[in-house]
């Protein structure tokens, strides 16, 4: 009989890594050395139910799983959305709730409401254009920006911005505010589709037991 082989999931670096641990840790999956600061590993895994972890950038997460360097990935859905990729989003995991919103000064909506050619700063050009040209049916001219993308409308680089919202105080602090919402977000688990073939039955019971932990701790 062949050993079982170890199923990886890649994780979304920070606060999205941190809570999926916890959730994982709930179905009974350790690797307490991800808690270690000072680590110098990359792979972490439990030997036990022959689980491999790893921490990659956000949008890196998608590309691994659509190649099968990791059977599993936990990310945020606006990564998925934005990087396109060819896998199964199988499990909304019901934390990291955010919105990613148009927003900009409250003399745009206006603008927004007519639907008059203005330019949108953003670190999501794809989410941007699929939201106005296949939702709005709006020309827009799209910017992508890197971080601060609050900034691009307050210095006149654009009229609006397409971004994550999740209080909105920042917004506000710079005299922003939200116009318009594009879609509702959350950490998502997305699955290899070959894996998803060959490793039906395990991928379907952690995905069954990462739901019923998630929903008990909503």
Request: aromatic share 6%; with cysteine.
């Amino acid at each position: 009989m062949a050993e079982e082989r170890y199923l990886t999931v890649a994780l979304g670096k920070g606060r999205l890594a941190q809570k999926a641990m916890r959730l994982f840790e709930r179905i009974g999956i350790f690797c307490p050395e991800m808690d270690d600061s000072k680590t110098r590993k990359l792979i972490f895994v439990d030997e036990e139910h022959k689980m491999r972890f790893f921490l990659s950038k956000g949008p890196d997460v998608p590309t691994y799983v659509e190649y099968g360097a990791a059977d599993i990935g936990i990310v945020g859905e606006d990564t998925i959305l934005e990087e396109g990729r060819k896998i199964y989003e199988v499990l909304d995991l019901g934390f990291g709730k955010c919105r990613m919103c148009i927003a900009g000064p409250s003399c745009a909506m206006d603008k927004l409401r007519h639907k008059e050619l203005i330019r949108v700063a953003t670190k999501y050009p794809k989410i941007t254009r699929d939201y106005f040209y296949k939702k709005k049916h709006q020309t827009v001219e799209i910017i992508k920006l890197n971080g601060s993308i609050e900034l691009a409308p307050i210095v006149g680089l654009s009229e609006v911005i397409c971004d994550i919202v999740e209080t909105g105080s920042t917004l506000r602090e710079n005299g922003l505010t939200v116009l318009e919402e594009v879609v509702p977000l959350s950490a998502r688990m997305v699955v290899n589709q070959v894996s998803m073939k060959m490793e039906n039955e395990r991928i379907t019971a952690l995905i069954e037991a990462l739901k019923r932990a998630s929903q008990e701790g909503a």
